[in-house]
């Protein structure tokens, strides 16, 4: 152990951090409280159970685009999923409004999406194969077959809001009579489009995600559902937005339950990004908007004042939920201990149990 | 699709025709010096640019900090103190009384640690005279080529593919950056390359040295046990060039059964704490093609305790999304159907 007179010159050291929660705790000797000739380490301690402190896992290398996205893409499913009911009973202004929302939505956070990209350029290697193991593979057949749809619904709205302006000459009577099946065929890829972006995030190491796994689609379908009625009660006469009051009341009651179960039911320990910093703070205020949105809708909800406020609540607190646990998540890789307790505690939990030969270490 | 968790021969599940042995490291972190030889032959052989700042970290001789897209070989440096290493001498222990190993394929190996052993440590008198004062625990960490390999599974553009040794490589040509892979796997090994350091240094005064340009800038980046030497029947330039063969190139399995054997020479000489990390095919990951032999807990050396595949329960994860999905479609029917008229 090396020792040195000038040791006593060294800055105090930080407090160590203790580790919360889980057995075990490492004994070790105070250090850096000596007057300087007691033996210390050379190096600056390290946090008992990892490397210097360093993340075990890397975080993804997505940035707000893609957090965007995952709000963009709820927004658009549950939009596509409204239109085609609006289809079905025959609301034309619904109809519309979500068709357009939803066009807009997926190409916006299509956009977002190849933006991120590390080489943009090369975004259609995605489409030049098809991989069930990937999320992401599936994800961009689910979000193309979506656009293909919508955008021919969206194209026939527009042509009708235009007054037959755009150029389409004999193709008319085409686009007119494929925007109904192009909307069905949309609604069909919606749910998924709303879903899929859950096993994304969960289908990684990254511990806030990957404890999510179970619960997290209902979050998502949820947020989606609450996001698009929103827009719909934005967007819409209140004549005609009856059901995206529904859904938005259906979506506000299923994030809020969804959100709380997932979190009793994940490790506790990762958990914990949910609630601190500035996902904490979004997710708060994700669900606070959610309910005032809620309640906005139930009461105020055939007064369009009251819709428009209540529906932009919901979107906003759909983002928030979508931005809260990309955040959450990223948090979470960054800081060992999130990936460290949690697998220390179910190895643990195992060997407990009695089995003791699925460990990646042994002798 | 190939099964996505448990044991299996992962080139045979990528259906390659030719047969080739599986390819493997095995690092004895118990004769690793600290040279860092490995980290400077990967980056020449494989053309990696310089990433970082050519910062010292001042947490100790480790610069390198952790694998990267740049970085295919890290050399880890901990230094412990008496209280640590027994700490380490008794959790080795307690490995060993646990019953391991148990991996049920191999006896043979097995027997040769009860042999010397006994199976149960807890009675022997594992503090040898030379108990040291303290010590430098050095490891060389690389991909570790898992048999169910979270990256490759999540690869979206096929990008990742697995060779016919069973290693894990990008086509740096096909891969588009979408980064899932870095999420993907437990090991935090496989990295986005950014600009790496071409981007100017923002102090005033510093230039530290010309750089070539960048390769492969905004693609994912990893070890490749280097393909494109063993296609040419040659061994990887770190464990080509390793001064101590600490790191030893060769078949998985005769690699395996060697690591073992040196556990087994290591205990009876008192050294509990050595322990292998990724021998056991039945652990999270199937297994993994580099094997390490530790002389403390993995995540002393930045290492996961117990890693998982995120894919090993992507079926669940469909299942779940499907009954979310479902309910969406519900939810939205009732929103249509309920109350029935327009003016709802």
């Not at chain 1, 069930?132 to 619904?153: D, K």
Request: proline content about 6%; aromatic content about 6%.
């Amino acid at each position: 152990m090396s020792t040195s007179e000038y040791d006593s010159l060294r800055p105090p050291e930080p407090p160590r951090r203790r580790r919360r929660g889980g057995g075990g705790g490492r004994r070790r000797r105070p250090f850096g409280t000596g007057d300087g000739n007691r033996e210390m380490l050379m190096v600056p301690d390290v946090e008992p159970t990892s490397y210097y402190g360093r993340p075990v896992v890397k975080p993804a290398p997505w940035g707000e685009d893609v957090a965007a996205y995952l709000f963009l893409g709820g927004l658009a499913g549950g939009s596509g999923l409204l239109g085609a009911g609006a289809q079905l009973s025959n609301r034309p202004k619904l109809r519309r409004n979500a068709r357009l929302g939803a066009l807009a939505a997926v190409a916006v956070g299509g956009a977002a999406l190849v933006r991120d990209l590390g080489r943009p350029e090369r975004f259609y290697n995605m489409l030049r194969t098809f991989k069930v193991t990937s999320p992401m593979s599936v994800g961009s057949w689910i979000l193309s077959a979506f656009s293909a749809g919508i955008g021919v619904a969206a194209a026939s709205e527009i042509d009708r809001m235009t007054g037959e302006k755009l150029p389409l000459g004999k193709l008319r009577p085409v686009l007119r009579a494929v925007e109904g099946p192009a909307g069905f065929e949309a609604a069909a890829f919606a749910t998924p489009l709303a879903a899929y972006t859950a096993v994304l995030l969960a289908d990684t190491a990254t511990p806030t995600w990957n404890a999510m796994h179970k619960d997290l689609p209902f979050v998502f379908v949820s947020s989606a559902s609450l996001a698009a009625g929103g827009l719909g009660m934005v967007t819409t006469p209140v004549e005609e937005a009856g059901p995206a009051r529904r859904m938005a009341l259906l979506g506000v009651a299923g994030d809020v339950t969804a959100m709380r179960l997932m979190e009793q039911r994940m490790d506790p320990v990762a958990a914990e990004p949910l609630h601190h910093g500035k996902a904490g703070t979004m997710l708060k205020w994700s669900e606070r908007l959610a309910v005032a949105g809620g309640v906005g809708t139930l009461v105020g909800g055939r007064w369009r004042p009251a819709a428009v406020a209540s529906g932009l609540a919901l979107m906003a607190a759909s983002a928030l939920t979508r931005f809260g646990v990309f955040e959450a998540g990223l948090h979470s890789a960054k800081d060992p201990r999130y990936t460290i307790e949690p697998q220390k505690r179910r190895l643990a939990e195992r060997r407990a149990a009695g089995i003791t030969d699925d460990s990646i270490t042994t002798v | 699709m190939g099964q996505l968790s448990g044991p299996t021969d992962p080139t045979a599940d990528a259906h390659w025709h030719t047969h080739e042995e599986r390819k493997g490291f095995f690092t004895d972190t118990s004769i690793c010096i600290g040279c860092k030889a490995c980290e400077v032959a990967c980056k020449e052989w494989n053309h990696n640019p310089r990433d970082g700042d050519l910062d010292l970290t001042g947490m100790s001789y480790d610069n390198t900090v952790s694998l990267g897209a740049s970085t295919w070989r890290h050399v880890a440096f901990v230094e412990q103190d008496r209280a640590r290493i027994e700490e380490a001498r008794e959790s080795g222990r307690v490995l060993v009384s646990l019953g391991m190993p148990q991996v049920r394929s191999e006896r043979d190996v097995t027997t040769s640690v009860t042999d010397l052993s006994g199976g149960d440590l807890s009675g022997v008198d594992t503090t040898p005279p030379d108990t040291p004062e303290f010590r430098w625990l050095m490891a060389s960490d690389v991909c570790k080529h898992c048999t169910h390999a979270g990256c490759l599974d999540v690869c979206p553009t096929g990008a990742l593919f697995r060779t016919e040794f069973g290693t894990v490589v990008v086509q740096d040509d096909v891969c588009n950056g979408c980064g899932t892979c870095v999420a993907g796997c437990p090991f935090g090994v496989v990295e986005r390359r950014s600009d790496g350091t071409a981007a100017p240094t923002t102090r005033e005064g510093q230039k530290k040295g010309e750089q070539p340009p960048i390769p492969n800038k905004g693609v994912a980046q990893k070890c490749t046990l280097c393909y494109d030497r063993l296609v040419d029947g040659q061994t990887p330039a770190c464990a080509k060039t390793c001064p101590t063969t600490s790191i030893k190139f060769g078949d998985h399995e005769d690699l395996v059964t060697e690591a073992k054997a040196r556990v087994a020479q290591l205990h009876a000489q008192g050294m509990t704490e050595a322990r292998l990390y990724g021998a056991n095919e039945l652990d999270g990951v199937g297994g993994t093609g580099s094997v390490f032999l530790l002389l403390d807990e993995p995540e002393v050396y930045g290492l996961p305790p117990d890693p998982r595949v995120c894919t090993a329960d992507l079926m669940t994860m469909y299942k779940r999304a499907a009954m979310a999905a479902a309910g969406m479609v519900a939810a939205a029917a009732v929103a249509f159907l309920g109350r029935g008229g327009r003016g709802a």
